[in-house]
């Protein structure tokens, strides 16, 4: 696990633009303007966030003719998912342990 990588990704998610291009992305590839005209920020700005979510590698963007069309990392998305179901299960162990531990009587 690379620690500096996995902040980096979770920190590009932390931006409710970046979120909402995430969630629209998770319909299919979409072009900056596709993705732009559903949202309040300009298509300008909305380059900018994807080039912070690329960096984080959480989208790719692929050149067909003058527009790039962007993507999920399907392998990044995973990443992260195995880390949130890593950090779930801990918590449900810990949990079963307090429901488990005998009970002080007072």
Do not use: C, F
Not at 34 to 42: D, E, K, T
Not at 57 to 72: D, S
């Amino acid at each position: 696990m690379d620690a500096n990588r996995d902040a980096g990704r979770w920190g590009a998610l932390a931006d409710g633009t970046r979120l909402a291009i995430v969630a629209r992305l998770a319909d299919g590839p979409q072009a900056v303007g596709q993705l732009a005209a559903g949202l309040p920020v300009s298509r300008s700005a909305v380059s900018q966030h994807l080039k912070i979510l690329k960096d984080a590698g959480l989208v790719e963007g692929v050149a067909a003719g003058t527009r790039r069309i962007y993507r999920l990392n399907p392998a990044a998305l995973a990443a992260l998912r195995d880390q949130l179901d890593t950090y779930w299960q801990r918590a449900l162990a810990r949990y079963a342990d307090v429901v488990e531990a005998p009970k002080e009587e007072d």
